[in-house]
C-alpha cells in the first residue's frame, strides 16, 4: 500500500507526531486530574470546617429545626454528619455515611453515593465552644470535577486528529517539495540511453544529500562512457585487426582454389596462411589476457621474485635481437636481493615487452638499458632507451589498448598496440604503477614501482 518514498516519509512523520501529541494528552490528562482532585479535596476540607462551625454556631435551631441543616446542605450541593464522640448523629440526612464508614477511611478521605449520586468526603475532626470533641464527615458531589475533565477529553478528541489531518496535509507537501529533485534526478536518469551517455543530471543549487546524489549520478555516467567508448574501441580495432590477415588468408585460399599450382606454390600459400593464424592467433591470446586481467580472473602466482634475476634474463635475451639492429641492450645497475611476491613469467612479459619496445624504437647505435634497484618499501624498475622518443600529445594514451604511434618512428614492423595495455595490467596486477616520460629526440623512460618483500 505504501510503495512510494513519499507516502512512507509522510506516514512516519504523522505517526511520530501522533505518539508525541498523545504522549502529551496523557501526561496532561493525568497531571490535571491529580491537580483537580487535590484542589478539589482541599475546598472540600475548608467547607467541612466551615460546616462544623454553622453546625455548633446553630446547635440549638438544628435541634428543633432539622430541616435547616438540609436545606444548609442543599445550597452547598452537599451531604455530611456530625458524630460525637461516641459515634451517636448529632446532625444529617438519613442518607448520609454513618459513623463506621468514617472511621474506615484510614486517610480521613473515601467515596460513597448518595441519592444515587458520587460524592467524595472528608472526616475532619473539631471541638464546640467547650472543648467536646467531635467527629464532621462533609463530601461534595464529584459531578464538577469529572464534567470538567470530560471537557479536557472531549478538546483531546477532536483537537489531536485535527490536527494530524494538518499535519499530514502540510508534511506531503513538504516531503513532496523535498523529493522534488530526486524526481527530476528519475526522469533525467530515464532519458539517458546508450546512445546519449553524454548528457548529465542537473545539480541542485542547494547543497546536501540530493546534490551529493546527483554528483555521484554524473561520476557514474562519466564511467559508464568512458567504459562505453572503451568497449566500442576495443570492438572496433580488434575486427580491425582481425579483418586483414583474415583477408589475406581468405584471398591466398581463393587463388589456390582458382588455378593449379605446384607443391612449392602451394606450400608458400600454406606458409603465408599459417603466418596469418599465427598473427591472429597472437591476438586473440593477447585479447584473452587482457579481458582476464580486466575481470580479476588472470590466475597469477605468489612466489618469491627476484627483480634483478628477471631482468638480467630478459636483456639477455633481447641483446642478440638488438645487436641485428644497431641497439645495446643491457642492465645497468641489477641491485641483488630485490624481491616481489608475484607471477615470475608475468613479470618476465613485463620486462621483455618494454625492453622490446625500447629495441623497436631505438636507432642505430642507441642503447635500452635496465635498472632495478629498492627504495624504502618498493621495488623500482627503469628501464630507459635513446631511441626517437614519443610526441608528447600521444603520451597520455601509450597505455591504450590498439594505440599505435605514427607509423614511420619505427623501422621495424609496427605491433597490434596491444603490448604496452598488457604491462600496465600486469603491473597494476601485482599492486604496482609504471608511468612514462619521453623526449623526441632524446628517448623514453619506463618507470615501474612494486611493493618489495621484507
Known amino acids: 500500500m505504501l510503495r512510494s518514498l513519499k507516502s512512507r516519509l509522510t506516514v512516519l512523520y504523522v505517526a511520530i507526531l501522533a505518539v508525541i501529541l498523545l504522549a502529551f494528552a496523557v501526561a496532561l490528562y493525568f497531571t490535571a486530574r491529580r491537580d483537580l482532585y487535590g484542589d478539589f479535596e482541599d475546598s472540600i476540607r475548608r467547607q467541612a470546617r466551615g460546616f462544623a ?9 438544628l435541634q428543633t429545626d432539622p430541616i435547616l441543616f438540609e436545606s444548609y446542605l442543599g445550597e452547598l450541593g452537599a451531604s455530611g454528619a456530625v ?3 461516641s459515634g451517636a448523629k448529632l446532625f444529617g440526612p438519613s442518607g448520609a455515611p454513618g459513623f463506621d464508614r468514617a472511621r474506615a477511611a484510614e486517610d480521613g478521605r473515601f467515596r460513597a453515593e448518595v441519592g444515587g449520586k458520587r460524592y467524595r468526603f472528608v472526616v475532619e475532626t473539631a471541638r464546640d465552644p467547650t472543648g467536646a470533641e467531635y467527629r464532621v464527615v462533609f463530601g461534595i458531589q464529584e459531578e464538577r470535577v469529572g464534567r470538567r475533565l470530560e471537557r479536557m477529553l472531549l478538546f483531546f478528541a477532536i483537537f489531536i486528529p485535527a490536527l494530524l489531518l494538518i499535519a499530514w496535509y502540510v ?12 524526481d527530476t534526478l528519475r526522469k533525467q536518469a530515464e532519458s539517458i540511453q546508450r546512445s546519449n551517455l553524454s548528457q548529465r543530471v542537473p545539480i541542485p543549487k542547494t547543497r546536501g544529500e540530493i546534490r551529493d546524489l546527483a554528483i555521484t549520478l554524473n561520476d557514474m555516467l562519466g564511467r559508464l562512457e568512458r567504459a562505453f567508448d572503451q568497449v566500442n574501441a576495443f570492438t572496433s580495432n ?3 585487426e582481425l579483418k586483414t590477415p583474415l583477408a589475406n588468408l581468405r584471398g591466398e585460399i581463393e587463388l589456390a582454389l582458382e588455378r593449379e599450382a605446384d607443391v612449392a606454390a602451394y606450400q608458400r600459400l600454406l606458409a603465408s596462411g599459417a603466418e596469418e593464424v599465427s598473427r591472429m592467433t597472437h591476438i586473440v591470446d593477447n585479447l584473452l589476457l587482457l579481458a582476464q586481467l580486466d575481470s580479476k580472473q588472470a590466475i597469477l602466482r605468489r612466489d618469491p621474485v627476484d627483480l634483478g634475476e628477471v ?3 630478459a636483456a639477455a635475451e633481447l641483446e642478440p635481437i638488438g645487436a641485428d639492429k644497431g641497439v645495446t641492450v643491457r642492465g645497468a ?5 630485490v624481491r616481489v611476491s608475484g607471477d615470475e613469467v608475468a613479470l618476465r612479459r613485463v620486462f621483455m615487452n618494454l625492453l622490446e619496445n625500447g629495441v623497436k624504437y631505438g636507432r642505430e647505435g642507441s642503447e635500452v638499458k635496465v635498472t ?3 627504495e624504502g618499501s618498493s621495488a623500482r624498475v627503469e628501464i630507459a632507451d635513446t631511441g626517437v622518443g614519443i610526441p608528447a600529445e600521444s603520451l597520455p594514451h601509450l597505455f591504450d589498448r590498439f594505440y599505435r604511434v605514427d607509423r614511420g618512428r619505427s623501422r621495424s614492423p609496427v605491433g597490434h598496440g596491444l603490448g604496452l595495455s598488457i604491462t600496465r595490467s600486469l603491473v597494476e596486477a601485482h599492486g604496482g604503477t609504471i608511468t612514462v616520460a619521453s623526449r623526441e629526440g632524446v628517448g623514453t623512460t619506463f618507470h615501474v614501482t612494486l611493493p618489495a618483500m621484507e
Not at 507537501?173 to 523529493?179: D, E, N, T
Open 53 to 61: 462551625k454553622f453546625s455548633f454556631e446553630n446547635f440549638d435551631r
Open 83 to 85: 458524630f460525637d464522640a
Open 171 to 182: 508534511g506531503r507537501v513538504f516531503v513532496r517539495g523535498a523529493l522534488s529533485p530526486v
Open 238 to 240: 580488434a575486427s580491425h
Open 311 to 313: 631482468a638480467k634474463q
Open 333 to 337: 645497475m641489477l641491485e641483488p636481493g
Open 372 to 374: 632495478v634497484w629498492r
